[in-house]
């Protein structure tokens, strides 16, 4: 099994700043894809931002210039520097992670347990 833990949220005001850390742990063959969505109240999940294992990254148009996420593949860690923070960034933040496990075609997508971001206005 895969664990994926997040760290790094929590309470900000506008225009403020805040990085999520997430580390992958267990049975780990390959990390495909690393991502942050997020969830505010009443609304669906939403991607935030994605680096694949050649590093290429992508981002929501909502976020482009303001966030940027980086990965470590040596510590199996991805993360989410977020800057010039909106009352709309306000959710509940989810590591994503789409990792093999054994060196077979299939792939598993695992989430952490999600981290409160709350932007002050």
């Known amino acids: 099994q895969v664990q994926l833990v997040e760290s790094g949220g929590g309470l900000v005001e506008a225009g403020g700043s805040l990085r999520l850390s997430c580390t992958a742990s267990?049975?780990?063959?390959?990390?495909?894809?690393m991502a942050w969505h997020r969830q505010a109240p009443g609304k669906q999940r939403e991607l935030v931002a994605s680096?694949?294992?050649?590093?290429?990254?992508n981002y929501a148009d909502s976020v482009k210039g303001r966030f940027t996420i980086s990965r470590n593949s040596t510590q199996n860690a991805v993360y989410l520097q977020m800057n010039s923070l909106k009352s709309e960034d306000t959710a509940v933040y989810y590591c994503?992670?789409?990792?093999?496990?054994?060196?077979?075609?299939?792939?598993?997508?695992?989430w952490g347990q999600g981290t409160q971001v709350t932007v002050s206005s």
């Open positions: 267990g049975r780990i063959f390959r990390i495909n894809v």
């Open positions: 680096i694949a294992g050649g590093a290429s990254t």
């Open positions: 994503y992670g789409n990792i093999k496990t054994n060196n077979d075609h299939i792939s598993y997508q695992y």
